[in-house]
């Protein structure tokens, strides 16, 4: 069955510092894969996604992420992370022999600590 | 151009009452989904509709929950008899045929 785990469910970063996020993922096929953001109380932001092609992929707000197909993995990084960027992140895998229909990961939460 | 509209943003009943959610898709977007989110989980697939058709409802409960996305009008996501266990976010999301799919700001489920 097709899974998408995030291992990490908290992360505290120092703001400036760089950030790693890990996402992997299982699925039979080649994957569709995204990251979103949630801040509280909101809906999911689509940060990136991958679909074919360059396996690293830049998105908005200086993120970027890359697709490692031999680890079934893709994590999302950020060179420099902004106290704005404390919020909660979600890896998925679209599955489009089901019309794109999303399995998410648990989701990590970030802090940002000044 | 406004994004998918969902409303009301909290609704609260009491346990075997009736709940209906909203969801007006992105303009030109005629895909249509409906997640849901428990405390303390990721989002959880429920239904994928494009209008007049529901096209996978294999994460729909069996019993009590149903959806439609009408010619006319936003889709709807209907949960009868509520019980405390159906408090959570529902999300609906849309998409341009099957391209990335753009997010609500939920409707938050309480149930008393």
């Known amino acids: 069955a097709q899974s998408v785990t995030q291992p990490d469910i908290h992360i505290t970063v120092s703001e400036g510092a760089s950030l790693e996020l890990r996402c992997n993922y299982s699925?039979?096929?080649?994957?569709?894969l995204f990251w979103y953001v949630q801040s509280p109380g909101q809906g999911l932001q689509l940060l990136l996604k991958?679909?074919?092609?360059?396996?690293l992929v830049q998105g908005i707000k200086g993120f970027e992420a890359e697709f490692k197909r031999s680890q079934s993995s893709f994590n999302l990084r950020k060179p420099s992370v902004h106290w704005s960027d404390a919020a909660e992140y979600f890896c998925?895998?679209?599955?489009?022999?089901?019309?794109?229909?999303?399995?998410f990961g648990a989701g990590t939460i970030l802090r940002v600590k000044s | 151009n406004a994004g998918v509209m969902q409303n009301p943003r909290h609704l609260v009943r009491r346990r075997g009452q009736e709940a209906r959610l909203r969801c007006s898709p992105m303009?030109?977007?005629?895909?249509v989904y409906w997640y849901r989110q428990l405390p303390e989980e990721g989002l959880k697939f429920m239904v994928y509709?494009?209008?007049?058709?529901?096209?996978?409802e294999s994460g729909m409960p069996k019993e009590r929950f149903s959806a439609e996305f009408p010619k006319e009008g936003p889709s709807i996501l209907r949960i009868q008899q509520v019980v405390r266990g159906d408090s959570a976010a529902y999300f609906c999301?849309?998409?341009?045929?099957?391209?990335?799919?753009?997010f609500g700001d939920g409707t938050r489920l309480s149930i008393l």
């Open positions: 509709l494009q209008k007049e058709n529901i096209i996978d």
């Open positions: 998925a895998v679209g599955l489009m022999e089901y019309g794109n229909k999303l399995v």
């Open positions: 991958y679909f074919s092609g360059d396996t």
């Open positions: 303009k030109g977007h005629s895909h």
């Open positions: 699925y039979g096929a080649t994957p569709y």
């Open positions: 999301a849309s998409s341009l045929d099957e391209g990335p799919q753009h």
